[in-house]
């Protein structure tokens, strides 16, 4: 029998490696696409794709789950929205939650987890993020994707040199057109980011939704952090809840800029009639200073990186060795929110709006936030 040459067996061994690494490769991609579960919970009356007020989202990654909690008694509307920004998580997962734990007592509540579902589904380049952070729950552990703060570009690309926002000739980097925060209002013949940014908005003017909430995280460093950003016609709204949440943690408002378009805070309150804020919880993981991104990092909120700049000043929050976790960061989204309902019985016109048994900033952080989420199935 003929000997087979050497660099023939050598070739053919590396022709099956390559194949095995593309096909695992294909599996680990097509895997991103797969949403973890979210379990809809006795508040949960109703679950819709945002496709349903723009059908122009429908078979596209830019399409969500909006879970909707009509408490059947009739009063104000509040919409949520998390995962703007997937490289968040804490807006993420309060907005997981409230679909899972909350129970209105009056009004409806609107939730949308994956504001930017298409995000999701990748991270951001060169920053060593991991793809999936876990939380414990009374009964076992759960997965989340930690996904990036932009749509993915298989999805949208490729990117302007310069993006100009549509409905006010703003000019920023090309790459903000994939940063759905940059995108409000949104076009109907858009790219998918403004089309999210429109289905949001439609969803906002058909259903007159009286709050709006965005839930976001930034770097310690940030200057702009722990605080409540908004609108001046929900300035009033936001300077109550201050006074109502300032006891348990610190919390600043601020009026939103008049002159940087494309965020929620700005454009939801000149285009449509809602009262638009949005939060910002300081997340160790989104900043600059911090040393290996992973899931501890994520959750408990805990780098050495941070407490040794935090002791040179280079901090705009506190923060020690005990970190800043995702619990803390959530009971600061959960308790605004709560008070954001609360307080609108003294400034609204449109019937109270009450979000139930809700667990306090206190209990949360002693609980751990993976107490209020359904148990893995």
């Known amino acids: 029998m003929k000997k087979i040459p050497k660099h023939i067996i050598t070739a053919s061994i590396l022709c099956v490696f390559v194949v095995a690494a593309v096909i695992y490769l294909a599996i680990v991609f097509r895997s991103a696409k797969q949403e973890e579960p979210i379990y809809a919970g006795p508040g949960v009356t109703e679950v819709r794709k945002l496709s349903y007020w723009f059908p122009g989202l429908a078979n596209t990654s830019g399409d969500t789950d909006v879970y909707i909690l009509d408490s059947g008694v009739p009063g104000a509307s509040m919409l949520v929205l998390g995962g703007t920004h997937p490289n968040e998580p804490s807006g993420f997962i309060s907005a997981v939650m409230l679909v899972e734990y909350c129970r209105p007592k009056a009004g409806t509540l609107y939730v949308i987890p994956r504001a930017n579902n298409s995000a999701f589904t990748c991270t951001d380049p060169q920053e060593a993020a991991p793809m999936k952070f876990y939380i414990d729950t009374d009964g076992g552990t759960r997965a989340f994707r930690f996904g ?44 998918l980011t403004e089309k999210i940014a429109y289905g949001i908005t439609t969803l906002i003017r058909n259903e007159d939704i009286e709050i709006t909430v965005d839930l976001h995280e930034a770097s310690p460093e940030y200057t702009t952090v722990n ?52 939060m910002e919880t300081a997340n160790p993981s989104q900043g600059r200073l911090h040393g290996r991104i992973d899931s501890d990092l994520v959750v408990s909120g805990k780098d050495k990186f941070y407490t040794r700049a935090a002791t040179y000043g280079a901090v705009t929050v506190p923060y020690t060795e005990s970190g800043i976790s995702l619990s803390e960061r959530c009971a600061r989204h959960i308790t605004c929110l709560v008070q954001f309902a609360q307080q609108y019985a003294f400034v609204g016109s449109e019937g109270d709006l009450d979000l139930g048994d809700m667990p306090t900033y206190r209990q949360i952080l002693e609980n751990g936030i993976g107490h209020y989420l359904a148990d893995a199935q």
């Open 148 to 191: 990036s703060r932009a749509t993915n570009p298989i999805d949208q690309w490729p990117d302007s040199e310069v993006y100009v926002h549509a409905s006010s000739g703003q000019k920023l980097s090309g790459s903000e057109t994939r940063n759905l925060n940059r995108a409000y209002p949104g076009r109907e013949d858009g790219n």
């Open 227 to 278: 605080a409540i950003v908004a609108h001046e016609d929900a300035l009033e709204l936001a300077a109550l809840t201050l006074w109502e949440v300032e006891d348990s943690f610190q919390i600043s408002v601020e009026k939103s800029p008049t002159n940087l378009h494309g965020l929620t805070h700005r454009e939801l309150g000149d285009f449509t009639d809602t009262w638009a804020l949005l």
